[in-house]
């Protein structure tokens, strides 16, 4: 009978690296791609004005109004009459949020008031207006 000493060496074992690194790229490619795509905001596409005095804002609710005076609650379409009870329920969830109002620069003032209007009737009083900082170029 033939006895098998353990010279303390794995036989015939080995860790292949080439499916880890392959899976490591992958993994890295998802979340370059992730994080770009959430860094842009989607939505109707509104030409912002511009203001020396701007601010970088937090989280909120996002409402846009683009140059045809289409309403987008959160990227989702929305009407002025349904706005209030929109802007009512968001506020309902989470009563500390405040909404940032993206108006293209065409869009007439009495509308931009319009939109404050409605906002406020839905409960939300802290409300911040978005312009692109004069002092950076526009993106």
């Keep these: 009978m033939k006895r098998f000493r353990n010279s303390g060496r794995a036989s015939g074992v080995r860790i292949e690296l080439a499916p880890f690194v392959d899976i490591v790229l992958v993994l890295l ?26 601010t ?17 609650l959160n990227e989702a379409p929305t009407t002025m009459q349904t706005l209030a009870a929109d802007i009512a329920l ?6 500390k949020t405040h909404v940032i109002i993206h108006a293209d620069q065409s869009v007439p003032y009495h509308v931009v008031v319009e939109v404050l209007d409605h906002v406020r009737l839905g409960g939300c009083f802290d ?7 004069t002092k950076q170029p526009n993106s």
């Design 127 to 133: 409300v911040v207006l978005e312009a692109h900082d």
């Design 56 to 72: 970088d804002t937090q989280k909120g609710i996002v409402l846009s109004v683009d140059s045809s005076e289409h309403i987008a």
């Design 90 to 95: 968001l506020v309902k969830a989470d009563p």
């Design 29 to 54: 490619i998802f979340f370059v791609v992730a994080a770009s795509l959430s860094m842009h905001q989607k939505g109707l596409q509104v030409k912002l004005p511009s203001a020396s005095t701007g």
